[in-house]
């Protein structure tokens, strides 16, 4: 079984500043990935980065990158020079033979 | 490039009513395909999943049903609906094989009278 979970359930953040979104998980499995995905208010679920658990680099996809901590099972989604249009629930997800679990979002706001 | 369709995008339907919504996907063949539910600021519970023609795994027990009677072609039935039944449906696809990222449908939301 995994469990994911995110411990902010709201964060704000300025326009062009940086903003850290917290995820821990919980696995058995050896081979797994991680994924953040976001869903503006449109409803939409967009795959924004995605993880290798067995990589020890981190992932980066423009101005969105990841810490990832394996032993301490954390994976944290780093916003950069943050846009209005980054405004949107973020969800954490860890998944092992094309399951996913997700965490239960984090609800970023993104203020002038 | 891989489409996924999903529809209708809004429905409301009284209690004991029945339900189907489809999913269809194009541009892949054989596509892990599934069924997920969020409630109101909630997460993503995971209902159904399929590896093929046929093949349904059920994550929870529930009023729902699904069913794959084409590759590309994913339905979430009921018989009778509850009100607990009302959410936000997404259907999701994935390449078979590894731990592949899941490509979401735009949902439909389903209310519940």
């Known amino acids: 079984a995994q469990t994911v979970t995110q411990s902010q359930p709201e964060m704000s953040v300025q326009e062009a500043e940086t903003v850290t979104l917290s995820c821990t998980y919980d696995?058995?499995?050896?081979?797994?990935?991680l994924f953040w995905y976001k869903q503006p208010p449109s409803r939409q679920m967009i795959l924004v980065i995605r993880?290798?658990?067995?990589?020890?680099q981190n992932a980066t996809e423009n101005r969105f990158s990841v810490n990832f901590q394996k032993a301490a099972k954390s994976f944290s989604l780093k916003i950069s020079d943050s846009q209005l249009g980054d405004t949107a629930m973020y969800f954490c997800?860890?998944?092992?033979?094309?399951?996913?679990?997700f965490g239960t979002g984090t609800r970023l706001q993104v203020t002038l | 490039s891989q489409t996924i369709h999903q529809w209708p995008a809004t429905l409301v339907q009284p209690v004991g009513s029945p339900l189907s919504l489809e999913c269809t996907v194009e541009?892949?063949?054989?596509?892990?395909l599934y069924w997920y539910r969020q409630a109101a600021g909630r997460g993503l519970q995971l209902l159904f999943y399929?590896?093929?023609?046929?093949?349904i795994s059920s994550e929870v027990p529930q009023n729902l049903s699904a069913s794959r009677p084409q590759d590309r072609q994913f339905i979430l039935s009921s018989k009778k609906l509850l009100l607990s039944d009302s959410g936000f449906y997404l259907c999701?696809?994935?390449?078979?094989?590894?731990?592949?990222?899941?490509?979401f449908g735009d949902g439909t939301r389903l209310s519940i009278l």
């Open positions: 993880q290798e658990a067995y990589k020890q």
């Open positions: 999701a696809w994935s390449v078979v094989g590894g731990n592949q990222p899941q490509h």
């Open positions: 541009g892949t063949s054989n596509p892990n």
């Open positions: 696995t058995s499995e050896n081979n797994y990935y």
């Open positions: 997800a860890t998944g092992t033979a094309s399951k996913l679990t």
């Open positions: 399929s590896v093929g023609i046929g093949q």
